[in-house]
């Protein structure tokens, strides 16, 4: 049984029960996106270290939460407790704690509009309030920084990396000890569990949550998938509470309708409109191709070619049959007349 919780592990509640309480986990992840992230993690980090004399990738930790901080850069007057060779050449005009986050292009225009999640804020004040309490802990391969003590961290830094396109995206914020004692009560919220069960569920579950779709605990949380039902459906008991969530259920459909006419008729009025960008928008546009339909004549050549039947009324779909059956590449044409339909896209403006 694991008696400190993980920073990094903070991004349930009910996670984070398991592996304080030691259960085995039941499911595995996603392992090819973790693999590219931690790729793209670990050269960041690297290159930070060797061009700006960084921090990175240090252990903290007290009697109940321990984690490893991404980078570190330290303010002049702190680094001058340090031998010169571990000062950094770039000093910040405060201690920033960093960390690194790897997303899909999926996820990116969420993280340009909103930036880092609650969870993800939770982490990293958690790695920043250890250095500002206890300082590096005092382990093989950073003595010499765990005698400089607490560090006064003033800012939080996240920097986003687009795993497809390579872009980045920095949020920073100050340090506050208001969000600190949140994520530290947070922590003892979990602690105090008896069980793991008698913490929420943070996130909305497997196929709704990413982050559930790939917790090692999916299946010890949501149960074993039955056929034909969402996992979530173990949630409604009785009857009492089928009522209650259908009630939900047309309520909020009845306060989204306005809202998707509204957007319906903004959508017209955008239609033809040129690609760009608009104030904090940018608007692109995908789909409106001709559709691939059979092309019969093609067909018919073939069969000619091939010294078989055409029929006198040729039927595309037997063609089509026989010709997939020989292994012979089904041919299509364009159909200018008929349409894909035209996508609107709209992501959030690049800061520049």
Not at 37 to 50: F, K, N, S, V
Not at 232 to 259: C, F, H, N, T
Request: glycine letters at 8%.
């Amino acid at each position: 049984m694991q008696t400190k919780i993980g920073a990094s592990d903070t991004v349930c509640a009910r996670r984070a029960g398991y592996l304080l309480h030691g259960i085995t986990p039941t499911d595995g992840g996603e392992k090819r996106r973790a693999i590219l992230g931690t790729w793209l993690h670990a050269g960041l980090l690297t290159a930070a270290h060797e061009e700006f004399g960084w921090i990175i990738e240090r252990r903290v930790e007290d009697a109940t939460i321990r984690g490893h901080i991404d980078a570190v850069q330290l303010d002049s007057h702190t680094a001058a407790k340090l031998p010169k060779r571990l000062r950094p050449s770039l000093p910040a005009e405060e201690t920033t704690v960093e960390d690194v986050k790897t997303k899909s292009t999926y996820q990116w225009d969420s993280v340009l509009r909103y930036g880092a999640s609650d969870a993800e804020i939770r982490q990293v004040f958690l790695y920043a309030d250890l250095l500002r309490t206890e300082g590096f802990a005092d382990i093989d391969g950073q003595r010499q920084l765990a005698r400089i003590g607490p560090v006064p961290v003033g800012r939080i830094r996240f920097r986003f990396i687009n795993r497809d396109s390579g872009d980045d995206h920095v949020q920073e914020m100050p340090y506050t000890s208001q969000r600190a004692r949140a994520a530290r009560w947070w922590v003892e919220q979990v602690r105090s569990a008896a069980t793991a069960e008698d913490l929420p569920r943070t996130f909305q579950g497997p196929g709704l949550s990413v982050i559930c779709d790939n917790c090692p605990f999916k299946s010890a949380c949501w149960g074993p998938v039955v056929a034909g039902r969402r996992p979530q459906s173990i949630l409604i008991r009785d009857d009492a509470e089928r009522e209650e969530a259908l009630a939900e259920y047309v309520e909020i459909g009845e306060q989204m309708k306005p809202l998707k006419e509204r957007q319906r008729f903004l959508r017209a009025q955008l239609d033809g409109s040129e690609p760009g960008v608009y104030g904090d928008n940018a608007l692109t546009w995908s789909g409106g191709n001709p559709t691939k339909t059979d092309d019969v004549e093609g067909m018919v050549a073939l069969y000619e070619r091939a010294g078989l039947q055409v029929p006198m009324a040729p039927d595309a779909a037997a063609m089509k049959a026989q010709l997939k059956a020989a292994g012979v590449p089904v041919p299509v044409r364009l159909d200018a007349e008929r349409r894909t339909s035209v996508s609107i896209n709209v992501t959030a403006r690049k800061k520049s």
